[in-house]
């Protein structure tokens, strides 16, 4: 069974940086591109950005280019997400999630299953 366990959020100011992590289990992680997501309050679920699976290709959505990075370690089943220069926008819970088509996770997100519990990331101005 495919468990994705998300952790590294909390409180930063308008500014600041926070790293989050996503642990996998119960898949051949190396075998799946992984995606990032969020849900701010009262919104739907949007993409962040995704990672293949050997890590050498990333995509994002405009609203965090330039200042969200993925990354991914298949040793330790884990991926990513870099948040810098983080705004008031960026608050939400994140969530991460798994795809074996890396095009596809950005528009999969009602659609793919497993979700784990999510981590909080709040920005305040």
């Known amino acids: 069974q495919v468990q994705l366990v998300e952790s590294g959020g909390g409180l930063v100011q308008a500014g600041g940086s926070l790293r989050l992590s996503c642990a996998a289990s119960?898949?051949?992680?190396?075998?799946?591109?992984m995606g990032w997501f969020r849900q701010a309050p009262g919104k739907e679920r949007e993409f962040v950005g995704a990672?293949?699976?050997?890590?050498?290709?990333?995509y994002y959505a405009d609203s965090v280019k330039g200042r969200f990075n993925i990354s991914r370690d298949n040793d330790k089943n884990t991926v990513y997400l870099q948040m810098n220069s983080l705004k008031p926008e960026d608050t939400a819970v994140y969530y991460c999630?798994?795809?074996?088509?890396?095009?596809?996770?950005?528009?999969?997100?009602?659609?793919?299953?497993?979700w784990g519990p999510g981590t909080q990331v709040t920005v305040s101005s």
């Open positions: 999630n798994a795809d074996l088509i890396f095009g596809r996770l950005s528009t999969s997100s009602k659609s793919l299953t497993s």
């Open positions: 119960g898949m051949t992680f190396s075998a799946y591109a």
């Open positions: 990672i293949n699976w050997g890590g050498d290709h990333t």
